[in-house]
């Protein structure tokens, strides 16, 4: 199976903070990597797909980057209702493979 | 709009049985592939598996190999997956999500609500 590692496991950051998330895999996945979102009590939310695809819907203040086995998820200006857990995927080969997560808390 | 409408919660004793549903909506039923996801209390994701609600062919992962079992009715547009044997490990919130069409790789971009298994004695 693919490892998925993502840091850090947590940050604080304030509102309007530029925040910056890693993953790395344990084998090339070429761009098969997904970031999603997960509020607490709710089901996660794709933001971007393919490594630096924006999902429908999703503001653009959210950015991926990265290919191989190194890859970014950019919150270009931290807003109040990003305040949540952010995980990487990847959907290069099955059993898909998470993150472990990385929780965004308020400074 | 799409919709993904899972079953309600389910408590059960070790060594039973547990049932799921996923009713889905808004779209053409045959044409993506249905992920179950499962997250444990405070725990991260943990994917189950998939079922090709065209045909009903599956591909599970290894440890749930033996165990689960996700099937799908086309005329109610539901897709299935029933655990046996089930310990309290298996405590978890169970999702099921939609692919963005019929090949693994493609991500998932709808999510049901969710349904808290519990396991207690």
């Known amino acids: 199976d693919i490892q998925m590692t993502q840091s850090p496991s947590s940050l604080s950051a304030s509102v309007g903070d530029r925040v910056t998330i890693t993953c790395r895999a344990s084998?090339?996945?070429?761009?098969?990597l997904n970031w999603f979102q997960q509020r607490p009590g709710k089901a996660p939310k794709l933001l971007i797909y393919?490594?630096?695809d924006l999902q429908n819907g999703i503001p653009s203040r959210f950015s991926g980057s990265g290919s191989g086995t190194d890859f970014t998820l950019t919150i270009s200006s931290l807003q109040p209702e990003d305040f949540a857990t952010y995980y990487c995927?990847?959907?290069?080969?099955?059993?898909?493979?998470f993150g472990q997560g990385t929780t965004v808390e308020i400074k | 709009q799409v919709q993904l409408v899972q079953s309600g919660a389910e408590v059960k004793k070790p060594g039973a049985s547990v049932k799921v549903s996923c009713k889905a909506s808004?779209?053409?039923?045959?044409?993506?592939?249905i992920h179950w996801v499962r997250q444990a209390p405070g725990q991260g994701l943990e994917w189950m598996g998939l079922?090709?609600?065209?045909?009903?062919?599956?591909n599970y992962a290894q440890k749930f190999q033996g165990r689960v079992t996700m099937t799908r009715d086309t005329s109610t547009s539901t897709v299935y997956m029933e655990m046996t044997r089930v310990t309290f490990e298996d405590t978890a919130m169970y999702f099921c999500?939609?692919?963005?069409?019929?090949?693994?790789?493609?991500?998932?971009?709808?999510w049901g609500q969710g349904t808290l298994v519990i396991v207690s004695s």
């Open positions: 393919s490594a630096s």
């Open positions: 084998q090339s996945i070429s761009t098969y």
């Open positions: 999500a939609r692919g963005q069409g019929l090949g693994a790789r493609l991500p998932a971009g709808y």
């Open positions: 079922i090709n609600p065209s045909g009903g062919s599956t």
């Open positions: 995927q990847q959907s290069d080969s099955t059993p898909w493979t």
């Open positions: 808004g779209y053409t039923f045959s044409s993506y592939y």
